[in-house]
């Protein structure tokens, strides 16, 4: 059964800093390329941050490009989103996506919240 928990969401004054993590299990983690999307209340779900499988190449949405870091622990199969330099703007869920050959498994998301 495949299980992606998404931890470390909370409520940070802008200018703030966060680390996500998304703790998985039931695949094989170092097949999967790995993703960070977030959704605010009223809009749709936008992608942050891609991570591959087989070279970890990273890949990040221009919006938070310079702030955020995505990263993955093959050892511990967590996958992890640092967030620097929060705006009001970063306020969403994120969600945790693992990409299988083009199956993809969700996480149920963790909350963001930046305000002052």
């Known amino acids: 059964q495949v299980q992606l928990v998404e931890s470390g969401g909370g409520l940070v004054q802008p200018g703030g800093s966060l680390q996500l993590s998304c703790a998985t299990s039931g695949f094989t983690f170092s097949l999967a390329t790995m993703r960070w999307y977030r959704q605010a209340p009223g809009k749709e779900r936008e992608l942050v941050a891609s991570i591959s499988s087989a070279t970890s190449r990273t890949d990040y949405a221009d919006s938070v490009k310079g702030r955020f870091t995505i990263s993955r622990d093959y050892g511990q199969n967590t996958l992890y989103l640092q967030m620097s330099s929060l705006k009001s703007e970063d306020t969403a869920k994120y969600y945790c996506?693992?990409?299988?050959?083009?199956?993809?498994?969700w996480g149920q998301g963790t909350q963001v919240t930046v305000s002052s």
């Open positions: 996506n693992a990409d299988l050959y083009g199956y993809y498994y």
